[in-house]
């Protein structure tokens, strides 16, 4: 019976249709992707409406195409430019720039694919074999497991400060500052929000996240001029060699497993995962010191961090039914204009379907390697351009991405904002990374604390009342006192 069922799957997969999509797919994800402030939620959402013709499989499998090769795609632009493509890519923009600027991009952009390709197949391997038990450990998270694992990955900020740990902690406070701006989510109360309506929604990841690492660059070109800065740094024909990757799998496989791990824990995704890998990749690694100043294993443990996500992601939408993130959302809208409806019905009722789409999502890897690698090295040719003519272009894409998100002048001058605060920071060595860490991180550390004290009566012994918990105050404490420990080395 087992067998027969495999059969049917691989004959709704085997057929051009399947395949074109999902080939079709990955293409744009990875091209939209790497346009800064276009956004893989943004690339899936348009998409949508083209599969409503096609047959459930061939459609579904075109919007993970995108998915997957979006969550890449982030990485190009922030390699090539200091402009991460997507909110997921940002982390990748702390070695993988320098390392452009030492005229290691193509090793850059190379263990970024491969990385990435890594932690996309083993996500996929989650997936399919332990959609289960990461479902089952995945519901066992409550508001107050949530905010003990926020509090461990805000930790990483002593990693990313490097020798500035007190301007570190300036930058991650003014970061969490930020964040609170907008409308309280619990009570629905005005925060320094001084009557503009633009303000009560807060300020949107993206225009933050485009005008804090690509802007300040453009600024310093155009107010220092410096000599011999006329032309990016040449992309080297040599690419990554195995001993460097190789060097670097065990790192890939951690950061991997980090994110099939917060994939699989709804409402987290790629960016917190990237972070954290980051900075356990940091933690553990004998070239620590090299991190943030052009080390591939950094690039490797934040590309493995953000695609590790993309597979398990799917493991509460097809196990339990529940969207992980907005882009499975998305993906659940797709099953139900089919007429299916994820959870275990699915698996008792279209068994066949679900083993169609585990054959395409193993397929996805392999597809995304050779995307990847034509677009690494098309994409790659902006390096060429010189300065002044590259340097409005970026501006631009940027203006359109920050734009694009709410179709909003105001986000547009939220970008221009974030760069010059980008520019100052840069000026004082006050690390730009705790910033975007501690936005990020500081609305889900809040509204869990806030959920978490509402339902325990503001008892703070929630917060100790699982094993869950437990453990991720102890990788807190261990992590505190590693960062001491070596600030006092």
């Given at each position: 019976?087992?067998?027969d069922l495999?059969?049917?799957?691989v004959?709704?997969?085997?057929?051009?249709q399947?395949?074109?999509?999902?080939?079709?797919?990955?293409t744009?994800?990875?091209?939209?992707g790497a346009i800064?402030?276009?956004?893989?939620?943004m690339?899936?959402a348009?998409?949508?409406?083209?599969?409503?013709?096609l047959?459930?499989?061939?459609g579904?499998?075109?919007?993970?195409g995108?998915?997957k090769?979006?969550?890449?795609g982030g990485?190009?632009t922030a390699?090539?430019i200091?402009?991460p493509?997507?909110p997921a890519a940002?982390?990748?923009v702390?070695d993988?720039?320098p390392?452009?600027q030492?005229g290691?991009?193509?090793?850059?952009?190379?263990?970024?694919?491969?990385?990435?390709?890594?932690a996309?197949?083993?996500?996929?391997?989650?997936l399919i074999?332990?959609?289960?038990?990461?479902a089952?450990?995945?519901l066992?998270f409550?508001p107050?497991?949530?905010?003990?694992?926020i509090?461990?990955?805000?930790?990483?900020i002593?990693?990313?400060s490097g020798?500035?740990i007190?301007?570190?902690l300036?930058?991650?406070?003014?970061?969490?500052?930020?964040?609170?701006?907008?409308?309280d989510?619990i009570?629905?109360?005005e925060?320094?929000v001084?009557?503009n309506?633009?303000?009560?929604?807060?300020?949107?990841?993206?225009?933050v996240?485009?005008?804090?690492?690509?802007?300040?660059?453009?600024?310093?070109?155009?107010?220092?001029?410096?000599e011999?800065?006329g032309?990016?740094?040449?992309?080297?024909?040599?690419?990554?060699?195995?001993?460097?990757?190789?060097?670097s799998?065990?790192?890939?496989?951690?950061?991997s497993?980090?994110?099939?791990?917060?994939?699989?824990?709804?409402?987290?995704?790629?960016?917190?995962?990237a972070?954290?890998s980051?900075?356990?990749?940091?933690r553990?690694?004998?070239?620590?010191?090299?991190?943030?100043k052009?080390?591939?294993?950094g690039v490797?443990a934040?590309?493995?961090?953000?695609?590790?996500v993309?597979?398990?992601?799917?493991?509460?939408l097809l196990a339990?039914?529940?969207p992980?993130?907005?882009?499975?959302?998305i993906?659940?809208g797709a099953?139900?204009?089919h007429g299916?409806k994820?959870?275990?019905?699915?698996?008792?009722?279209?068994?066949?379907l679900?083993?169609?789409?585990?054959?395409g999502?193993?397929?996805?890897?392999?597809?995304?390697?050779?995307?990847?690698?034509?677009?690494?090295?098309?994409?790659?040719?902006?390096a060429?351009?010189?300065y002044?003519?590259?340097?409005?272009?970026?501006?631009?894409?940027?203006?359109?991405?920050?734009?694009?998100?709410?179709?909003?002048?105001?986000?547009?001058t939220?970008m221009?904002?974030?760069?010059?605060?980008?520019f100052?920071?840069m000026?004082?060595?006050?690390?730009?990374?705790?910033?975007?860490?501690?936005f990020?991180?500081?609305?889900?550390?809040?509204?869990?604390?806030?959920?978490a004290?509402?339902?325990s009566g503001?008892?703070?012994?929630?917060?100790?009342?699982s094993?869950?918990?437990?453990?991720?105050?102890?990788l807190?404490?261990?992590?505190v006192?590693?960062?001491i420990?070596r600030?006092?080395?």
């Open positions: 019976m087992t067998i495999i059969l049917e799957a004959g709704l997969v085997a057929n051009i399947s395949i074109a999509a999902l080939l079709i797919g990955v744009i994800g990875v091209v939209v800064p402030g276009m956004s893989t939620t690339a899936v348009l998409t949508l409406p083209f599969t409503f013709t047959d459930p499989v061939t579904i499998l075109l919007l993970l995108v998915y090769g979006g969550i890449f990485s190009l390699i090539l200091k402009a493509g997507t940002s982390c990748t702390l993988g720039w390392l452009m030492k290691q991009g193509r090793k850059a952009l190379d263990m970024a694919l491969f990385a990435s390709c890594t996309d197949f083993i996500s996929n391997l989650a074999l332990l959609a289960g038990v990461l089952s450990f995945a066992s409550g107050p497991e949530f905010f003990t694992l509090v461990f990955s805000l930790t990483i002593a990693s990313v020798d500035q007190a301007k570190g300036v930058a991650a406070g003014l970061g969490l500052l930020l964040a609170t701006v907008g409308l989510l009570y629905g109360t925060r320094f001084y009557g309506a633009d303000l009560m929604s807060g300020f949107s990841l993206v225009p996240l485009i005008g804090l690492f690509a802007l300040p660059e453009i600024i310093a070109y155009f107010v220092r001029r410096p011999g800065a032309t990016a740094a040449k992309l080297e024909a040599v690419g990554l060699k195995w001993h460097e990757y190789k060097s799998l065990r790192t890939i496989i951690k950061g497993f980090i994110g099939c791990i917060l994939g699989a824990i709804p409402g987290l995704g790629a960016a917190p995962a972070f954290l980051y900075g356990e990749a940091q553990s690694s004998k070239n620590s010191k090299n991190f943030g052009g080390e591939l294993e490797a934040s590309e493995a961090g953000n695609s590790g993309a597979g398990s992601t799917m493991i509460p339990l039914g529940i992980g993130d907005v882009i499975t959302a993906l659940l099953f139900m204009i299916l994820p959870g275990p019905l699915l698996f008792e009722q279209n068994l066949s679900v083993y169609a789409l585990f054959i999502i193993m397929l996805s890897s392999p597809l995304l390697l050779i995307v990847g690698k034509i677009a690494s090295r098309y994409i790659g040719k902006v060429t351009m010189p002044s003519l590259l340097y409005p272009v970026v501006f631009v894409l940027c203006a359109y991405g920050a734009f694009a998100i709410n179709n909003s002048l105001f986000d547009v939220v221009v904002a974030m760069g010059i605060l980008g100052v920071m000026q004082l060595s006050i690390p730009a990374a705790a910033f975007l860490i501690a990020v991180l500081g609305p889900l550390l809040e509204d869990n604390f806030r959920q004290m509402l339902m503001s008892d703070p012994a929630i917060f100790f009342r094993g869950i918990c437990w453990f991720f105050w102890a807190t404490v261990a992590s006192y590693l960062a420990r600030g006092s080395r």
